[in-house]
């Protein structure tokens, strides 16, 4: 008889502990069977003692266990994966060894290209789609197997997967890697799955342009997948993204690594501040051509928005313009009037906590003409301060706001649509592990914040972390809701920042210790982050440069 063992139980991270006995070998599937009826939502991992586990895992000793569904961050990659490795397989099963390129997130989902012989049509997609629910239907198991580099060359060498071989041929530290197996269909992924093909419920697949949208819930929308939108704007965007990287040659973290270690990073990094450059000026000559007034800059945490806002001062100022820069932060409500959370935190995300108001009366005798006092808001006062800054506009002088608030009309409600501008940025990444392993733009993102927040902001990485998912969720509800808004999108992205964003990065990382609730998350990035070679030389980087915003040294800082 097996010995019972202690089991401290979460049945979300926010629910209370429970204990439970259980005996030892439980594998974390028959435990969950226990709670999945009374839970809202399916589960898909589990973390133990601050370790992210798939459910296929036994458990072994006393622990801590917290189950997680898609709203948690490592599930929902999970889920993402699991979704992409059933959508693989169809396509196999259906057209054989055919190449598949998962390229980027996008409208709720993934954009690929599938190479089939013809054009791919509405026909083949919605054959996809109804294999993808018959794998389903038939829940069949995902089997982990753990292959050395020997074993992985010998079966992936078959001509469909040189971006994987290329990866492992560069990356000698990596000595083995998990292999995913379904029914015969064999792929490696670089994180989690689920246990099975039956846990992937809700999915769509759309032909969309020249590929196929494989569209997916969101945490806000676990249990459906979200309404169409048709996101060209974005599509553009990384179309011209990919056509840069083609220009200087890299389209996967292998490619880029060769750069490093060939000493050619020196032009790459040349050439992505020339295409930053050359793209901010093209939207400096387009806010002047339709005459301008209200420019609107706006984007999630992370993106570069303050260098990039006054990186388009500066090329307004080339074309003739004296542009005024100003900040919606500084129209916080005062303390005692700003709204809270349930948690009783101050909300300083939402609208409601702007002065709407007075920002409008603003930007109205502004753009009259009129002299006004704008004001400075003092965190460590709670108050807005005035008589600092008086300002008058010349005929035609363009204002330049900076704010997560930009794209939503209900910010600037007095100001007629026709004398605003309104731009989006975010990093966008367009490099890939390999044509089946993206890299979100979310994580990239995140090692953005975790390495300015400990350069500009005493911040350590575990608090970074902790608190990135409220921070997500308020640029869902402020900020990405309102993307498609926006008449330029700016990406923000480097092709090589994740291997400087590394040396910085993997330190801290690694200082998060065990016992801590970040622990799991530094592990899956500190994870990823393996594949890249690290680029130690910053001297290219120049001081008016997006990345200087987080790395240091940035003359705008």
């Known amino acids: 008889m097996k010995a019972e063992i202690l089991v401290r139980l979460k049945t979300s991270p926010e629910s209370p502990i429970s204990e439970i006995q259980v005996p030892q070998g439980t594998m974390l599937e028959e435990l969950v069977k226990q709670y999945q009826d009374k839970l809202p939502f399916r589960i898909l991992a589990a973390k133990v003692n601050n370790r992210v586990q798939e459910l296929n895992r036994p458990i072994t000793d006393p622990c801590t266990v917290t189950l997680l569904d898609i709203r948690n961050q490592s599930a929902n990659l999970i889920y993402q994966r699991s979704v992409s490795f059933i959508y693989l397989k169809a396509i196999s099963d259906l057209y054989g060894k055919v190449r598949v390129n998962i390229e980027n997130s996008l409208n709720k989902g993934l954009y690929t290209e599938v190479k089939l012989k013809k054009p791919l049509a509405d026909k083949h997609v919605a054959a996809i789609e109804e294999e993808m629910h018959k794998i389903?239907?038939?829940?069949?198991?995902?089997?982990?197997?753990?292959?050395?580099?020997?074993?992985?060359?010998?079966?992936?060498?078959?001509?469909?997967?040189?971006e994987k071989l290329r990866m492992m041929r560069r990356a000698p530290q990596i000595t083995s890697l998990p292999i995913y197996e379904c029914d015969g269909y064999l792929n490696f992924f670089y994180g989690q799955m689920v246990p099975s093909s039956g846990y992937i419920k809700y999915f769509e697949v759309r032909r969309y342009r020249n590929g196929a949208l494989l569209r997916l819930p969101s945490p806000e929308s676990p249990d459906r997948v979200p309404p169409f939108r048709d996101d060209t704007k974005l599509y553009k965007v990384f179309g011209e993204t990919k056509k840069r990287y083609n220009l200087m040659d890299i389209s996967y973290v292998s490619d880029l690594n060769q750069s490093i270690e060939s000493g050619r990073y020196r032009d790459i990094i040349l050439m992505a501040e020339a295409f930053h450059e050359k793209k901010i000026a093209?939207?400096?000559?387009?806010?002047?051509?339709?005459?301008?007034?209200?420019?609107?800059?706006?984007?999630?945490?992370?993106?570069?928005?303050?260098?990039?806002?006054?990186?388009?001062?500066?090329?307004?100022?080339?074309?003739?313009?004296?542009?005024?820069?100003?900040?919606?932060?500084d129209y916080f409500l005062e303390r005692h009037e700003t709204p809270r959370l349930p948690s009783g935190e101050y909300n300083f995300e939402d609208l409601e906590a702007i002065d709407v108001k007075l920002f409008n009366e603003n930007m109205r005798d502004l753009l009259a003409g009129q002299e006004v006092d704008l004001p400075s808001f003092s965190f460590k006062e709670g108050s807005k301060l005035f008589g600092q800054r008086i300002e008058r506009l010349q005929k035609d002088q363009p204002i330049v706001i900076e704010g997560i608030h930009g794209l939503n009309d209900a910010l600037t409600p007095s100001i007629p649509a026709e004398l605003k501008f309104k731009i989006y940025i975010s990093p966008l990444t367009g490099l890939n592990i390999d044509n089946h392993n993206r890299i979100p733009t979310t994580d990239a993102r995140l090692l953005r914040r975790i390495v300015r927040d400990d350069t500009h902001r005493n911040y350590t990485a575990d608090m970074t972390i902790m608190q990135w998912p409220k921070v997500r969720a308020a640029e869902d509800k402020n900020i990405f809701a309102f993307n498609s808004f926006a008449d330029v999108l700016f990406n923000s992205a480097f092709v090589y920042e994740l291997a400087i964003l590394k040396n910085h990065a993997q330190p801290l990382?690694?200082?998060?210790?065990?016992?801590?609730?970040?622990?799991?998350?530094?592990?899956?990035?500190?994870?990823?982050?393996?594949?890249?070679?690290?680029?130690?030389?910053?001297?290219?980087?120049?001081?008016?440069?997006?990345?200087?915003?987080?790395?240091?040294?940035?003359?705008?800082?």
């Open 136 to 162: 389903v239907e038939q829940d069949i198991p995902f089997v982990r197997r753990r292959w050395s580099q020997e074993e992985a060359f010998a079966t992936l060498s078959d001509g469909s997967n040189e």
């Open 282 to 329: 093209q939207i400096a000559d387009q806010i002047m051509h339709e005459n301008k007034r209200i420019v609107l800059i706006s984007g999630p945490s992370s993106s570069g928005k303050t260098t990039f806002a006054k990186r388009l001062v500066v090329q307004l100022m080339v074309n003739g313009k004296k542009p005024l820069y100003l900040g919606t932060d």
């Open 509 to 557: 990382l690694e200082a998060i210790p065990e016992d801590n609730p970040a622990y799991s998350e530094a592990i899956r990035i500190l994870k990823f982050l393996r594949f890249f070679d690290p680029l130690t030389d910053e001297t290219y980087v120049a001081n008016n440069s997006i990345l200087r915003e987080f790395i240091g040294g940035s003359i705008f800082v």
